[in-house]
Nanobody, 123 residues
Framework: QVQLVESGGGLVQAGGSLRLSCAASGRTFSSYAMGWFRQAPGKEREFVAA????????PYADSVKGRFTISRDNVKNTVHLQMSSLKPEDTAVYYCAASNFVIATTPGAYAYWGQGTQVSVSS
């Protein structure tokens, strides 16, 4: 069992930055690939970024590439999503997720999810 808790969301103006954090507890954190997803009202949950267990693979959605950076600290059992140059279309609830197998860009590949943290970007 893995417990994930997101933090760091908030309200920012377009062009601003936020740093999301995901604290993991339970089974060995370093054994999991981690992902960030987001979901806006009325829309499906979509992939944002992911990172392999060793941090060597970090795929990003095209919509955030160059603006967002995912990182992990396996000692502190945390994953971060540094978001810069935020746009109103980035507004969503952001979820941290963990996979015990492969790194993936689809929600169904992730077995564990946090409760989400709201990110709101004003124009």
């Amino acid at each position: 069992q893995v417990q994930l808790v997101e933090s760091g969301g908030g309200l920012v103006q377009a062009g601003g930055s936020l740093r999301l954090s995901c604290a993991a507890s339970g089974r060995t954190f370093s054994s999991y690939a981690m992902g960030w997803f987001r979901q806006a009202p009325g829309k499906e949950r979509e992939f944002v970024a992911a990172i392999s267990w060793g941090g060597g693979s970090t795929p990003y959605a095209d919509s955030v590439k160059g603006r967002f950076t995912i990182s992990r600290d396996n000692v502190k059992n945390t994953v971060h999503l540094q978001m810069s140059s935020l746009k109103p279309e980035d507004t969503a609830v952001y979820y941290c997720a963990a996979s015990n197998f492969v790194i993936a860009t689809t929600p169904g590949a992730y077995a564990y999810w946090g409760q989400g943290t709201q990110v709101s970007v004003s124009s």
